[in-house]
């Protein structure tokens, strides 16, 4: 019988090597930078063209390559950084497996540029899928250039796999985060597209977190700092009231290496714990340096996991230093969610006299006289603070939208309901059609018998209806705002408010003009309520860079979902009894009230039937 066995030829390894070690043009930016700082470059540029699809391209002024080791490192396991299995242990660069090169030759063309510290000619190189096109000699800056052009040529299916350019880019946006912060005493400079988006010059960590994130980051770090026998922590964490809906800025760097890990990162967590809301994240910046030897860096290819000898010891000293920072520098008043910043002295006024407060008293109130028209300044000023912007949200609403009894025009009772149930009497029977069952359900009955409705997706579902139509009208309609609202954002994040600016204003929103970390707003649509509307676009954010949101569907109709589920009713939310005939009514009057925009059931029925099988 024949044998069937052969070694795959170099070119076809390497293809398969570069499926673990390249998934997208951020694996190639991530690579050539770690190369450009394992090299000891201080100044490192990087050039990307839509999306890195087209082009990534890394500059470096670090320690060059001979012409030999030019040509070495495109082979496979070809490494200057260890000799052998022992190294592994004592790694002090980003590389040691020897095939980033190998890997990106064998699925791109590559051009690279080269010249070793000591001496003057330096060399040129190409290579189109492993195939070595040519060598030559060449007058070049000490260092290395290597540009990665038309990634995937000749894996179709690879590259049609790619997402959008503006994903790919925000994917190696991520990358450059991660490597920028590690290295904050490297100069960085990234152009995309010809036009330069991050120019970084060498600095500490905290100056390089604020020129990532912007300059509003500065006054959110706490510093953290630890040294034991096991690990030394320094770095920052982010004061928990700016905890955010996404996971967002959250960093462990390892020996100066971008990590992930779930574990630590249910430390941090757990050092917040009593100080954030549930479901919000905390930001963090921590830098953990451990003896070498005593973690394996070599589990995944894409060296982002990393395995601790002692990975309790390090949970715990990170917990307890977590702890003391945020004690020390007593950030938030604990368990106070809402806390009002309005009542917190200003440091400026610390040691100031207390002014004699001005009093103001309505002479003309009567509570006898029962004139509702009458305004009351305790009455308005509360509501304002207390519902955190719910009636807002019905403001502006024509007189249309009034004439039929609309739940959007409603209130909602953040308290307990006041109104005594034997107040109308005649309203006795309607006000009893409804109900609402431990803040979550409103119940209200059928002919066959009853339904039980989640009051949290039928507004989601009414809301989301509303966007819809709103969209589809040659121009929304808008609340124009009496001062436009200017608020910060990363670069990162203003990419996505860009994309999404079209769809944006098509529902409504008046975009004055959108800056490089700041975007200014005019105009909202009339279902979102100007306290939100930083709520409304971080959650957008976040679902975008999350990748939650997948492309194929249309803008407007992501858009319109995540802004119903922004701002639906929540669960734990009292509703009074006319708030939940509207919701039911509304609902029912739906093109779709069965489902949510997340294709979750509304309601359920239980029939007469159902209930009398129970009592048999
Ligand atoms: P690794 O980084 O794991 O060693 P790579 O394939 O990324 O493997 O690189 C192979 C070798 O090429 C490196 O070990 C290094 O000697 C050399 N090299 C790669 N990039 C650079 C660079 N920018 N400057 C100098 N040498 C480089
Ligand atoms: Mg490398």
Same mark, same amino acid.
């Given at each position: 019988?024949?044998?069937?066995?052969?070694?795959?030829?170099?070119?076809?390894?390497?293809?398969?090597?570069?499926?673990?070690?390249?998934?997208?043009?951020?694996?190639?930016?991530?690579?050539?930078?770690?190369?450009?700082?394992?090299?000891?470059? @201080?100044?490192?540029?990087? !050039?990307?063209?839509?999306?890195?699809?087209?082009?990534?391209?890394?500059?470096?002024?670090?320690?060059?390559?001979?012409?030999?080791?030019?040509?070495?490192?495109?082979?496979?396991?070809?490494?200057?950084?260890?000799?052998?299995?022992?190294?592994?242990?004592?790694?002090?660069?980003?590389?040691?497996?020897?095939?980033?090169?190998?890997?990106?030759?064998?699925?791109?063309?590559?051009?690279?540029?080269?010249?070793?510290?000591?001496?003057?000619?330096?060399?040129?190189?190409?290579?189109?899928?492993?195939?070595?096109?040519?060598?030559?000699?060449?007058?070049?800056?000490?260092?290395?250039?290597? =540009?990665?052009?038309?990634?995937?040529?000749?894996?179709?299916?690879?590259?049609?796999?790619?997402?959008?350019?503006?994903?790919?880019?925000?994917?190696?946006?991520?990358?450059?985060?991660?490597?920028?912060?590690?290295?904050?005493?490297?100069?960085?400079?990234?152009?995309?597209?010809?036009?330069?988006?991050?120019?970084?010059?060498?600095?500490?960590?905290?100056?390089?977190?604020?020129?990532?994130?912007?300059?509003?980051?500065?006054?959110?770090?706490?510093?953290?700092?630890?040294?034991?026998?096991?690990?030394?922590?320094?770095?920052?964490?982010?004061?928990?009231?700016?905890?955010?809906?996404?996971?967002? &800025?959250?960093?462990?760097?390892?020996?100066?290496?971008?990590?992930?890990?779930?574990?630590?990162?249910?430390?941090?967590?757990?050092?917040?714990?009593?100080?954030?809301?549930?479901?919000?994240?905390?930001?963090?910046?921590?830098?953990?340096?451990?003896?070498?030897?005593?973690?394996?860096?070599? !589990?995944?290819?894409?060296?982002?996991?990393?395995?601790?000898?002692?990975?309790?010891?390090?949970?715990?000293?990170?917990?307890?230093?977590?702890?003391?920072?945020?004690?020390?520098?007593?950030?938030?008043?604990?368990?106070?969610?809402?806390?009002?910043?309005?009542?917190?002295?200003?440091?400026?006024?610390?040691?100031?006299?207390?002014?004699?407060?001005?009093?103001?008293?309505?002479?003309?109130?009567?509570?006898?006289? =029962?004139?509702?028209?009458?305004?009351?300044?305790?009455?308005?000023?509360?509501?304002?603070?207390?519902?955190?912007?719910?009636? *807002?949200?019905?403001?502006?609403?024509?007189?249309?939208?009034?004439?039929? =009894?609309?739940?959007?025009?409603?209130?909602?009772?953040?308290?307990?309901?006041?109104?005594?149930?034997?107040?109308?009497?005649?309203?006795?029977?309607? *006000?009893?059609?409804?109900?609402?069952?431990?803040?979550?359900?409103?119940?209200?009955?059928?002919?066959?018998?009853?339904?039980?409705?989640?009051?949290?997706?039928?507004?989601?579902?009414?809301?989301?209806?509303?966007?819809?139509?709103?969209?589809?009208?040659?121009?929304?309609?808008?609340?124009?705002?009496?001062?436009?609202?200017?608020? =910060?954002?990363?670069?990162?994040?203003?990419?996505?408010?860009?994309?999404?600016?079209?769809?944006?204003?098509?529902?409504?929103?008046? !975009?004055?003009?959108?800056?490089?970390?700041?975007?200014?707003?005019?105009?909202?649509?009339?279902?979102?309520?100007?306290?939100?509307?930083?709520?409304?676009?971080?959650?957008?954010?976040?679902?975008?860079?999350?990748?939650?949101?997948?492309?194929?569907?249309?803008?407007?109709?992501?858009?319109?979902?995540?802004?119903?589920?922004?701002?639906?009713?929540?669960?734990? @939310?009292?509703?009074?009894?006319?708030?939940?005939?509207?919701?039911?009514?509304?609902?029912?009057?739906?093109?779709?009230?069965?489902?949510?925009?997340?294709?979750?059931?509304?309601?359920?029925?239980? @029939? &007469?039937?159902? !209930?009398?099988?129970?009592?048999?």
């Amino acid at each position: 019988m024949a044998d069937i066995i052969r070694l795959l030829p170099d070119h076809v390894a390497n293809q398969i090597a570069a499926g673990e070690v390249v998934q997208r043009p951020a694996s190639v930016v991530k690579e050539l930078l770690e190369n450009a700082i394992d090299a000891g470059a @201080t100044t490192i540029k990087l !050039i990307v063209k839509d999306g890195g699809k087209v082009l990534v391209q890394v500059v470096d002024n670090g320690i060059g390559m001979s012409e030999t080791d030019a040509r070495l490192s495109f082979e496979r396991h070809a490494t200057s950084k260890i000799q052998s299995a022992e190294d592994l242990f004592q790694l002090q660069t980003k590389g040691f497996r020897g095939e980033a090169l190998a890997s990106i030759a064998a699925i791109a063309h590559v051009e690279m540029h080269t010249r070793h510290d000591a001496v003057e000619m330096g060399t040129h190189l190409k290579i189109e899928g492993s195939k070595i096109v040519s060598q030559e000699v060449a007058v070049t800056p000490k260092g290395t250039s290597i =540009a990665v052009k038309n990634l995937f040529f000749n894996i179709p299916a690879r590259r049609n796999f790619l997402k959008s350019n503006q994903v790919e880019l925000r994917h190696i946006i991520d990358e450059f985060h991660r490597v920028a912060l590690a290295h904050p005493s490297i100069e960085f400079h990234f152009y995309n597209n010809g036009s330069e988006l991050f120019n970084l010059p060498s600095s500490i960590l905290r100056q390089r977190i604020v020129a990532v994130f912007g300059s509003k980051f500065n006054e959110r770090l706490v510093p953290v700092s630890e040294e034991t026998q096991v690990v030394k922590i320094s770095g920052f964490i982010c004061k928990p009231e700016y905890s955010k809906k996404s996971r967002g &800025e959250q960093f462990f760097f390892v020996n100066n290496r971008f990590i992930k890990s779930p574990y630590l990162n249910h430390g941090v967590v757990s050092a917040f714990e009593g100080l954030i809301k549930p479901n919000s994240y905390p930001g963090y910046f921590l830098c953990l340096d451990v003896n070498p030897t005593s973690i394996d860096i070599n !589990i995944h290819p894409t060296k982002t996991e990393i395995k601790f000898d002692d990975e309790h010891s390090v949970y715990a000293i990170l917990r307890s230093t977590l702890k003391h920072s945020l004690g020390q520098f007593n950030v938030v008043p604990a368990l106070d969610f809402e806390h009002d910043e309005n009542l917190e002295t200003p440091y400026t006024y610390k040691n100031k006299e207390a002014l004699q407060p001005n009093v103001m008293v309505d002479a003309k109130f009567n509570p006898f006289t =029962a004139d509702t028209n009458q305004k009351s300044f305790s009455k308005t000023s509360y509501q304002k603070e207390s519902s955190k912007g719910w009636e *807002s949200m019905y403001v502006g609403l024509g007189s249309e939208a009034e004439k039929d =009894a609309n739940f959007e025009k409603l209130t909602f009772e953040s308290d307990v309901i006041t109104g005594s149930i034997f107040k109308e009497e005649e309203n006795i029977e309607s *006000s009893f059609t409804t109900f609402q069952l431990r803040r979550k359900y409103i119940v209200t009955t059928i002919k066959s018998g009853m339904v039980v409705i989640d009051q949290n997706r039928a507004h989601q579902r009414i809301l989301y209806e509303k966007f819809l139509k709103n969209a589809t009208v040659i121009e929304a309609v808008s609340q124009q705002l009496l001062f436009p609202l200017s608020l =910060a954002f990363s670069k990162n994040d203003i990419l996505i408010l860009k994309e999404v600016a079209e769809n944006l204003t098509g529902i409504g929103f008046v !975009i004055k003009t959108i800056k490089e970390e700041e975007i200014i707003i005019a105009g909202l649509p009339l279902l979102v309520p100007e306290s939100d509307v930083l709520m409304v676009l971080e959650e957008l954010i976040a679902n975008y860079s999350g990748n939650l949101i997948g492309e194929g569907f249309s803008q407007t109709d992501i858009l319109s979902k995540n802004l119903s589920k922004t701002l639906s009713v929540k669960t734990g @939310t009292v509703l009074d009894s006319t708030s939940q005939q509207a919701l039911v009514d509304d609902l029912f009057a739906c093109k779709e009230s069965t489902v949510s925009p997340f294709n979750k059931p509304i309601y359920i029925t239980i @029939t &007469e039937n159902d !209930i009398d099988k129970k009592f048999i």
